[in-house]
């Protein structure tokens, strides 16, 4: 595989977002109402973020990824939510006996979340899908068009897909919408995952796609926004043909139980942390 990036670097301000509006309420309830109630209500915020975490994204992906996150935020907000503080002594912060234990969770939770950190799995692998598809593509001035690009007829059940779309929604590299019979993948990246929670509904124009047909046809439709980020203009129906067969050749790895191979493809590729 290729190790040349092809996509631009650089990452969105949307993933930060939580922590600023963190910051923020914690600064400014700190200034206005007293340290010990600017904590509290961070903890708060941090137990909310873990609410949408477990209802949301678990709901949606069934990661264990969220599970642990959740574990990890839940922990930390009790913490700050039950610490006290005091005005006298060495120590202005207390940790009650429940806190300790609040704390015991949040530490362990970490751990295990560091742990799914270091070896990719948090991440959302839609940029990987990206990367991949445009190894051996060349340069090019052939117009990008929005027309959906037919790529092969293959024999699949329903049954199938679906199956495939759940391990992959499961390992974060994509989501999926249905259209009667036909099913959409849409390969998502770690920006993209932040906006699920106010996302509308699937855009036939606006998003990247790979359609599985009850015909047997898998199609492929390159948005122009995805065509920009890659550095350079890249031939595009060679580039929607590859990103058509890579899901192709993760339908075959499937059906014959090597799934694994799938992450093995996607690991091959280094992307920006934050992408």
């Given at each position: 595989m290729s190790p040349i990036k092809k996509l631009k670097s650089g990452s969105s301000i949307k993933v930060f977002i939580p922590a600023i509006i963190s910051f923020i309420i914690l600064a400014l309830s700190s200034i206005f109402l007293g340290i010990e109630i600017g904590l509290k209500m961070l903890g708060g915020i941090i137990i909310i973020y873990a609410l949408i975490s477990l209802g949301f994204y678990y709901l949606q992906t069934r990661s264990?990824?969220?599970?642990?996150?959740?574990?990890?935020?839940?922990?930390?907000?009790?913490v700050l939510f039950t610490l006290q503080t005091q005005h006298t002594g060495n120590h202005p912060i207390v940790f009650p006996p429940i806190s300790r234990l609040f704390l015991v969770w949040m530490i362990l939770s970490w751990i295990w979340l560091f742990?799914?950190?270091?070896?990719?799995?948090?991440?959302w692998k839609g940029n990987h899908i990206l990367e991949l598809a445009a190894i051996g593509v060349e340069s090019s001035n052939d117009a990008y068009t929005e027309r959906p690009f037919p790529v092969r007829e293959i024999d699949f059940t329903k049954d199938e897909i679906l199956a495939m779309v759940a391990y992959l929604r499961k390992n974060l590299i994509c989501i999926h919408y249905s259209d009667g019979d036909k099913i959409y993948l849409i390969p998502t990246n770690n920006n993209a995952a932040m906006g699920l929670l106010v996302r509308s509904g699937f855009n036939v124009i606006q998003d990247t796609w790979i359609a599985f047909d009850p015909t047997g046809q898998v199609s492929v439709h390159i948005s122009r926004k995805t065509y920009l980020s890659y550095k350079e203009n890249l031939a595009f129906?060679?580039?929607?043909?590859?990103?058509?067969?890579l899901f192709i050749?993760?339908?075959?790895?499937?059906?014959?139980?090597?799934?694994?191979?799938?992450?093995?493809?996607?690991?091959?590729?280094?992307?920006?942390?934050?992408?």
């Open positions: 264990n990824v969220y599970l642990v996150s959740s574990s990890y935020l839940l922990a930390f907000g009790f742990y799914m950190m270091v070896t990719g799995q948090t991440r129906d060679q580039l929607c043909n590859n990103l058509g067969n050749e993760f339908l075959d790895d499937y059906r014959k139980g090597e799934e694994v191979r799938i992450i093995d493809k996607l690991n091959t590729v280094k992307s920006d942390f934050f992408a």
